[in-house]
């Protein structure tokens, strides 16, 4: 409704909003959605009873690319709530510490918001039939949204993929193929196989940059738009961190907030390409092997958004770091004695952000924000193994 065009997130040109445009025809780059923000600004008045909404994707319609509200696909997608943890804030001294536990969607991650506005526009653009490659919960979220829409789906996984998550994706109905053994070979297999075969293809393009912005509205939406120092996110493709950044600059750009929060992006010993670049100053280039992690959700040897990754934390003054196994698992359990049950990779968030802490990056008055990104029976397995003491398959 107010969107406007397509900008290449790297040399900027602009291009219409069609379909079967994924990446910059010019450099390769990942494009952006752009709104005519004066008028979203226009629309929000100051005694606006959509203040009171409570917070889901669907609240945040003025800054969504779709055409007819009537025809969305949802599940009721967003809306997790965000908890405070007191008594973890005291004892690793935070100044205020949050969780936004994204595992209370529809199906167990933070994905359903990009699935919902993705699937949307795949009707929008007439597809019959979607694929997806997925290290799973993507896979999970768009076999859900495609069956909710009447639409065929096929899912490209790699091997060692949660069995969890398959099992999820066969009960909505879609087709799996366990293709190569990291994520990286299933998104160039499901790449091939959307142009050979007529498949719309759907994954961490930009229309799911869109949904998945709205995790960072729902949080300063439920902080009363009080900005956090920062908010931390754990980094696979680094699509969700870039889309919260993007969330973060529009609020502020209509003038909903005045400050804006440091962007911390967490990724998992093995799979540190980005950490790697933003330290050294380097292009991000691939990791070159697979190693053993229990962080299979962001088990990504080249993001995507690697670049976008570190364009929002040098852009919002935050910060990039590795953590290890035992850091996240350790990370995970603290979460667990909160009453918070997450998937391994979705720790990593908390973990990076006690060290951060205990580096002095994040301050001791400073308010943090940790973004939980997929619930913990996705991924049970994996915990059995923590919980054993045996770490690492
Ligand atoms: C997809 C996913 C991530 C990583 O998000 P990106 O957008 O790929 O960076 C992190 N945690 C969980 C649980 C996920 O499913
Ligand atoms: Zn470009």
Not at 21 to 40: F, N, Q, R, W
Not at 180 to 190: I, P, Q, R, S, V
Not at 265 to 284: C, F
Not at 289 to 309: F, M, R, W
């Amino acid at each position: 409704m107010f969107e406007k065009k397509l900008v290449c997130t790297r040399c900027g040109a602009e291009y219409p909003l069609a379909s079967g445009i994924y990446k910059c025809p010019k450099c390769g780059a990942p494009l952006d959605v752009t709104y005519h923000y004066e008028d979203i600004a226009n629309l929000i008045e100051d005694d606006d009873p959509w203040f009171r909404e409570s917070p889901h994707v669907w609240k945040y319609w003025m800054f969504l690319p779709v055409k007819n509200l009537k025809r969305i696909v949802t599940l009721n997608e967003g809306g997790t709530r965000l908890y405070r943890l007191k008594r973890l804030e005291e004892k690793l001294g935070f100044g205020r510490l949050y969780v936004k536990y994204e595992g209370e969607n529809p199906t167990g991650a933070f994905k359903d918001r990009g699935s919902s506005v993705e699937v949307t526009k795949a009707l929008e653009f007439h597809a019959k039939r979607l694929i997806v490659a997925s290290t799973g919960n993507m896979a999970a979220s768009i076999s859900a949204y495609g069956a909710k829409a009447g639409l065929e789906v096929t899912i490209v996984v790699p091997e060692g993929t949660p069995e969890e998550k398959l099992t999820q994706a066969r009960v909505y109905g879609a087709k799996v193929e366990v293709y190569g053994k990291t994520y990286d070979e299933a998104l160039a297999e499901a790449e091939r196989k959307a142009v050979e075969e007529d498949y719309y293809l759907t994954g961490n393009y930009h229309y799911r940059v869109e949904g998945q912005k709205t995790t960072a509205f729902e949080i300063l939406d439920q902080l009363r738009y009080n900005v956090p120092d920062w908010i931390v996110v754990p980094v696979g493709a680094g699509t969700h961190l870039r889309a919260i950044w993007k969330g973060v600059k529009e609020f502020h750009r209509v003038g909903l907030i005045e400050e804006l929060p440091k962007i911390a992006g967490a990724q998992i010993e093995g799979y540190d390409s980005v950490v790697r670049a933003w330290k050294t100053g380097k292009p991000v280039e691939k990791v070159e092997k697979k190693v053993p992690t229990i962080a299979s959700a962001i088990a990504v040897k080249k993001p995507v958004d690697g670049e976008n990754v570190i364009k929002a934390v040098n852009e919002s003054g935050g910060h990039l770091g590795t953590v290890t196994n035992a850091e996240t698992a350790e990370a995970g359990l603290m979460l667990g004695r909160e009453g918070i049950f997450v998937e391994p990779s979705s720790a990593t968030s908390l973990a990076l952000a006690r060290k951060m802490r205990e580096e002095g990056v994040i301050e001791k008055d400073e308010s943090v924000v940790v973004v939980a990104t997929g619930h913990g029976l996705k991924d049970v397995k994996t915990w059995e193994r923590i919980l054993s003491g045996n770490f690492v398959v």
